[in-house]
């Protein structure tokens, strides 16, 4: 028999499953989470999630591109190749914005799915509640809390009861 | 004061307000629920492949090989076999490039802006309006690419690129030639990847239900591209604010697009080009096109996948208002800019626009004035937006239109400018016309695999606007 990962249970509608969030984070538990087809408006704060740090992948992404296509075209004007056109300034950040405020969008989209993938440590293409047979219908109808056996809080008996109470349905131990 | 009776008289302030509650569209009718939803979409990927895809697919490709063939002719022969001649320089090229360039903004427009702006009926319509951008901006990048004819320094360090070539010689970034490379080629890569990141839950949901079915090959090419998606909370929390920001930086990705399209003509100095008007109207024409491709695309769809729950009524209703919006906006900024002609005393100015309306090439006008002017007036009638297939023929309206446009403003322009001893008349060569009409296939050869092996739809972005998904167990906000 391998080892316990945690306990699985099912709820069948959001609400249901909203309550039941509240509870176990009521009840301290922290390596735990709800796995839904859909994001549930608000089931952040019925899980006690913090506010995600996407946004500062974002910014640094941003900043970086719009330095690089104003670093970029400058020393491009100045150092590399000087070249009037017109009698125009070899480097302006006027003419230089353009292709500046492309990169800026640029780069914050790499950084933005680049900072979601890291912060979601995907890719993963193994975990333990993908193996298990109900998974299934977490992607398609149904909606489940999943409470890690790693949890300090955790107690086989005791989590159960409390995921029971919580109205959990087909409460059952994933393996690792 | 003792005029007033308070005994008879309505109080004139209420006790308490009650607005009227007007019940909202429903978004999917028929009060279908979410496992409904994930057969209705998945089906459509899983099941045996009907004959009319293999059929439409074979044409796609037949006509998709004119473009192949046009391009390589082009490659070996030289730029000579496409109809540009002096003073015409600039003609079906950057016609089809602004053309499809502009298709692809509908697909933004639905998946960022209205994003931004709580408009949940995009959630059914917003996959395949995406794909449609992904799509239009490859046919029209093909254009820039194959119009220098010797595409190796296009690609290579050359013309687009910033690499300096074997003569040390880098692009000039005061053109906005430059700008429009790194516009376009951001707007497809970041189309790309806000594509590729809505579809992540959904091909969880077909990864699931393959290896459920025991087709594990198939599970294992979705599962690759779901990165091991599982639906949980905590990944769903940093999913949606990505997605939020991907949304807030689109919507200026979008604007910008057209703008600095517009740049390639309003800041050179030809008359009938050279007028601050042309990023809003650019903008605005380029949603308005895409739109209209839209419907074109998505009426057939729904009929076929009968997809009538889905993508209602007033979905329809929404895209035909939209595109009456920016068809009228349109059709503002046609008669402004003559307004302008006129007001501004140039007289170069002033002949271009006359010389549109009335030269050589008023055919091409008044089919454009007809089509983007005229045609989404009929939007106005309830009757006309309720008989789907006036609308898909009303939408086909709107995209020759929206060719014309492009055509009449770069091809007018040109073939009548300063000096009459270089004026000219352009017509373009065979090899043009099959190389234009062979995108058609291009575009929808791509769209045909992308509705055989892609969920059409965002299958968690439709189940999260149903009443069912209110957590707190309402559906009346």
Known sequence: MNKTYGLIAAFDTTPDLYHACEKVRDAGYSQWDALTPFPVHGLDAAMGVRRSKVPRFSLAGGITGFCTGMGFIAWLGLVEYPLVVGGKPAFSPMFAFPVSYELTILFTAFATIGGMFFLNRLPMHYHPVLKAPQFVRAMDDRFYIVIEANDPKFNAAETRALLARAGGKDIAELEE | ?477
């Open chain 2, 1 to 477: 004061m003792s005029a007033h009776s308070t005994d008879h008289a309505a109080p004139a302030i209420l006790a308490e307000v009650k607005p009227v509650v007007i019940p909202r569209r429903e978004l999917v009718e028929h009060g279908r629920d979410f496992h409904w939803i994930t057969e209705k979409v998945c089906g459509i990927v899983e099941g045996p492949t009907p004959l009319w895809w293999w059929i439409c697919f074979s044409i796609a490709g037949i006509v998709a090989s004119f473009t192949v063939a046009g391009l390589t002719y082009l490659v070996s022969t030289g730029v000579g076999v496409w109809g540009h001649a002096n003073p015409v320089n600039w003609a079906w090229d950057i016609v089809n490039f602004v053309f499809w360039i502009g298709i692809g903004h509908a697909g933004t427009l639905i998946s960022a802006i209205l994003c931004l702006l709580r408009q949940k009926w995009r959630t059914s319509i917003n996959r395949a309006s995406e794909a449609m951008t992904i799509f239009a901006v490859v046919c029209a990048a093909i254009f820039p690419v194959f119009h220098v004819g010797r595409i190796w320094f296009a690609v290579m360090p050359g013309y687009l690129f910033p690499f300096p070539n074997s003569n040390a010689i880098w692009q000039n970034f005061r053109s906005p030639l430059e700008w429009d490379v790194f516009a376009v080629s951001t707007y497809g890569t970041v189309s790309v990847l806000f594509w590729y990141v809505g579809l992540i839950p959904d091909l969880g949901t077909l990864r699931d239900r393959f290896t459920a079915s025991g087709k594990l090959l198939k599970a294992r090419i979705y599962g690759f591209f779901a990165m091991g998606w599982r639906g949980s909370n905590r990944q769903w929390s940093n999913y949606e604010m990505a997605y939020l920001i991907l949304a807030g930086i689109a919507t200026p990705l979008v604007l910008s697009v057209h703008t600095i399209v517009s740049f390639d003509f309003a800041v050179s100095l030809i008359p009938g080009w050279h007028t601050t008007i042309f990023p809003p109207y650019f903008v605005a024409g380029a949603i308005f096109s895409g739109f209209g491709m839209v419907m074109t695309l998505m009426l057939p769809l729904r009929g076929i996948y009968r997809l009538e729950d889905l993508i209602t009524q007033y979905h329809i209703d929404c895209m035909c208002k939209i595109t009456l919006a920016t068809g009228t906006m349109v059709g503002y900024a046609y008669s402004m800019e003559f307004f302008i002609a006129w007001y501004g005393a140039n007289p170069y100015e002033g002949f271009a626009f006359i010389n549109r309306a009335f030269g050589h090439y008023a055919w091409a006008y008044w089919i454009m004035i007809g089509c983007n002017v005229i045609t989404p007036q009929f939007f106005w009638f309830k009757a006309v937006r309720e008989n789907t297939t006036l609308v898909w023929v009303l939408s086909i309206f709107v995209n020759v239109g929206m060719w014309f446009e492009r055509f009449v403003i770069i091809v007018t322009s040109l073939a009548r400018d300063f000096l009459p001893s270089s004026w000219g008349y352009y017509s373009p060569s065979i090899v043009e016309i099959f190389t234009f009409f062979g995108t058609f296939g291009v575009f929808s050869f791509l769209f045909l695999l992308f509705i055989r092996f892609v969920p059409i739809m965002p299958m968690s972005e439709v189940k999260a606007v149903i009443p069912a998904a209110d957590p707190h167990g309402s559906s009346k906000h």
